[in-house]
């Protein structure tokens, strides 16, 4: 039995994998966009009229960006990862590794998520921003961005955690063949 026979696993794998799939396209077409975005401010500063509250939109821009492709990131193993010794291990000391790796991993963003979400709240509530003058750029899209973000990572090396578990328990079951 695979881990994506019980319905609930594979919902939730295919859920969290087209979503964040999604994410990494709106990041890389915000990441274009922005590109177009600073080179009309370098224009125009050439010209003597820059584009108010770049550094701002750059500034939280980024952050987004960073993190809504780190969630395809993490389920296409493209984490930075230190693996060509796994590889050298390999077999059930490398899928423990791994799984541990994983586990760390929801971890650190669950972390992450408890300690942003009230500052995410504040910056809704009370409407903060960055920046002053003739642009105010409000910091909740980021603040949320990084929320939901970081919730989806948790979702995302769970369920790596989860796959090489139960296909660590499924090498277990297996017999070995004989010559």
């Not at 821009?61 to 390999?90: K, N």
Request: hydrophobic letters at 55%.
């Amino acid at each position: 039995m695979s881990h994506l026979d019980i319905p609930v696993i594979g919902h939730i794998d295919r859920w969290s994998e087209r979503l964040s799939k999604w994410l990494m396209v709106i990041a890389a077409m915000w990441a274009f966009l922005l590109a177009f975005y600073i080179l009309a401010d370098v224009f125009g500063r050439f010209f003597g009229f820059p584009l108010r509250g770049t550094h701002e939109v750059v500034k939280n821009s980024i952050v987004m960006i960073a993190f809504m492709q780190a969630a395809y990131c993490v389920l296409s193993r493209s984490m930075l990862r230190a693996d060509f010794l796994l590889h050298l291990i390999g077999g059930m000391p490398e899928r423990i590794i791994n799984s541990m790796g994983y586990i760390l991993g929801a971890v650190f963003f669950a972390a992450l998520f408890w300690g942003t979400k009230d500052p995410a709240v504040h910056a809704i509530i009370s409407g903060e921003f960055e920046g002053e003058g003739a642009l105010r750029v409000p910091t909740w899209p980021a603040r949320v961005v990084v929320l939901l973000t970081a919730a989806l990572l948790v979702v995302n090396y769970s369920m790596l955690a989860l796959k090489e578990i139960l296909q660590s328990r499924v090498d277990k079951a297996q017999p070995i063949a004989a010559d």
